[in-house]
């Protein structure tokens, strides 16, 4: 028998796994379903903000997503670089899944390699080819929600990797391969 997280994490597999199979043409294309796509953003490191509309009428908005890499920068050597929109349509469904409209605190996103080599040399914790350096990769937190439900629901969505970070409360998501840790 199974206990009641077990039923509900299979439950949100199976509703994220129908929604995936949906979008995934449209993904590809450059389209997401019909409609748009907002995200706020706190940087917890700039302390910056930004609430930004992302996906206009179904399509990526270039200015947007040009506006969203330069605020997602490494913010130790201001170096821009594109972040894969995969990673916005992961968060933006994290949101829907969990019902609410919160914001999003940036604790990592793009690392250049200098910048992931100085942490590789502090902390053991950093992969030697992690998915930050190429724009794959953030490591959040969900203004108001504990990290563990937004571990959960990104881990039901099965949409990428899902490192959960406890003692620094935080979550991180890339766009690899569907991976746990």
Known sequence: MMDRRSLL???????????????????????????NRNLAFYHTHTRECLDITYVRNGLYDPKALRQINRYLRDFRTSEVHPIDPEIFDILWQIQQEIGCRSTYEIV?????????????????GVAKRSLHMSGQAIDIRLTGKNTRMVRDCAIALEAGGVGYYASSDFVHIDTGKFRIW
Do not use: D
Not at 11 to 35: C, D, M, N, T, Y
Not at 108 to 124: D, T, V
């Open 9 to 35: 994490v299979l439950g949100a597999k199976a509703a994220a796994g129908i929604i995936a199979a949906q979008a995934a043409p449209a993904l590809a294309a450059g389209r997401v379903e019909k409609g």
């Open 108 to 124: 990592s996103a793009y690392r250049s390699p200098q910048s992931n080599q100085e942490l590789r040399e502090k902390s053991g």
